[in-house]
């Protein structure tokens, strides 16, 4: 299966000030895939997945911390999205399986954040109270990224549904196909059928006597 039509969805990984993995990537059939990311002690993180396009848009996924201990596992899941705190330093995996797929291949998106935002320069180290311009663009900041979020999803739903559609457009071009072809095979018959009906038969016997 082809998939240059969602070229565009790999340029959903943006760099952002903390630490994030966003990225789009094609998973095989029978396949699978694992990503890693260093994480410190005590550091907030959030992994999110969604299937954007392939067979029931299903996928395994688990999240394994430096020690082997896995810490989320779920089969055969849409979408979904998982918050923990590390407990250990070091390299965490994230691992997308389709191995129980023998013929599909699958396209996922997913975004593993790690550690909170960084705030805006000059902000970060704030003795007094904010003004009330940097509040406001303290604000403007965060419903920027809340934008960006929507904006993603969109792209991902909006994907998701032209693949629906083109494959339902593809299936009822066959379908279409397929019939012509029965009516043009049924026509033809009718007329072999009505072409013996009116076509005059001798008498057998007939061309002895001649």
């Not at 789009?24 to 002690?41: G, M, N, Q, R, W």
């Not at 979904?80 to 994230?94: E, N, P, R």
């Not at 699958?106 to 009330?132: C, I, N, R, S, W």
Request: charged share 20%; with cysteine; proline share 2%.
């Amino acid at each position: 299966m082809v998939y240059r039509c969602w070229v565009f969805i790999l340029l959903l990984g943006l760099i952002k000030r903390y630490s994030a993995t966003e990225l789009t990537f094609e998973l095989p059939d029978s396949a699978k895939e694992c990503f890693y990311e260093e994480v410190k002690k005590n550091t907030s993180c959030t992994l999110e997945f969604q299937v954007v396009t392939g067979g029931q848009y299903d996928v395994d996924i688990s999240l394994e911390d430096p020690k082997g201990q896995v810490l989320y596992k779920q089969v055969k899941m849409q979408f979904d999205s998982h918050t923990f705190v590390a407990q250990t330093t070091g390299i965490y995996k994230v691992c997308f399986s389709n191995q129980f797929s023998t013929f599909s291949h699958k396209l996922v998106y997913m975004d593993f954040q790690v550690g909170d935002e960084m705030p805006l320069p000059g902000m970060g180290e704030h003795a007094t109270v904010m003004t009330q311009l940097e509040a406001s663009a303290q604000d403007i900041h965060k419903s920027l990224n809340t934008i960006l979020d929507y904006q993603t999803h969109h792209r991902l739903r909006e994907a998701q549904g032209r693949k629906r559609a083109e494959d339902l457009n593809e299936r009822v071009l066959w379908w279409s196909i397929m019939e012509t072809l029965a009516v043009i095979m049924i026509g033809i018959g009718q007329v072999f059928v009505l072409k013996n009906f009116f076509t005059e038969k001798k008498p057998f016997g007939y061309t002895q006597m001649k």
